[in-house]
């Protein structure tokens, strides 16, 4: 059974900090892993990595994928309470499923 | 529409009643996909449409839940005699294909079983 699992579950940091979340999986045939940002119900897509060593960036926000010890990190840089969400990571394998990680809680205080 | 809508946004029940989800995809996506998150959890996949394909039906938790997909893009989730742990929220996610493309979410809807 496909496994993904986030860290750390939540934390606190305040304007202007750095944050680091950590993805790591366990997936047969794997194929893609996104990174969503959920605030109230619905998760926006910010990135898909397929390739390892490869930096997807957007703004503050970049993501690199490491296929051979089977982990992703997200980083914030600079961070604003708007940044404050549910952080969930996704990963595809050979079919259509993605399986879900229980997501980080970033709380950014001003 | 520009992005996957949902309805209703919030839906209120008592235990034993039926309940109907709606989900429009993005218009031009073939895949629709159903999740379910409960509070503090992952989502949970339910059930995955891809064209004319028959659907995969296997994350659904019991003979209570069933959905369709009528004319290949509107969907509703339909939950018959609804119990507390029903309570989630229900997630409709579209993507253009089925395997490796991007899942486009919904803004969900909160069902709340009294």
């Known amino acids: 059974e496909d496994k993904v699992v986030q860290s750390p579950l939540s934390l606190v940091v305040h304007e202007g900090d750095t944050v680091t979340l950590n993805c790591s999986y366990e997936v047969t045939n794997f194929r893609s892993l996104l990174w969503y940002k959920q605030e109230k119900k619905a998760p926006t897509f910010l990135f898909m990595l397929?390739?390892?060593?490869i930096e997807k960036k957007s703004g503050r926000l970049s993501s690199i994928l490491d296929k051979k010890e089977l982990f992703s990190i997200l980083n914030i840089t600079a961070t604003q309470t708007g940044d404050s969400a549910i952080y969930l990571c996704a990963v595809g394998g050979n079919d259509y499923k993605l399986s879900f990680g229980a997501g980080t809680t970033v709380t950014v205080r001003a | 529409g520009a992005g996957v809508s949902q309805s209703p946004s919030n839906k209120v029940t008592e235990k034993g009643k039926d309940v109907e989800l709606r989900c429009d995809p993005i218009s031009g996506h073939t895949a629709l996909y159903w999740y379910r998150q409960s509070l503090g959890q992952g989502l949970e996949f339910l059930i995955y449409?891809?064209?004319?394909?028959?659907?995969?039906k296997s994350g659904l938790p019991s003979d209570r839940f069933s959905a369709e997909r009528t004319g290949g893009s509107v969907s509703t989730l339909t939950i018959q005699r609804t119990q507390q742990e029903d309570s989630a929220v229900y997630l409709c996610?579209?993507?253009?294909?089925?395997?490796?493309?991007?899942?486009?979410f919904g803004p969900g809807t909160r069902l709340l079983v009294l």
């Open positions: 996610a579209s993507s253009r294909q089925g395997s490796g493309e991007t899942q486009y």
């Open positions: 449409f891809q064209g004319n394909s028959a659907p995969d």
């Open positions: 397929t390739s390892s060593g």
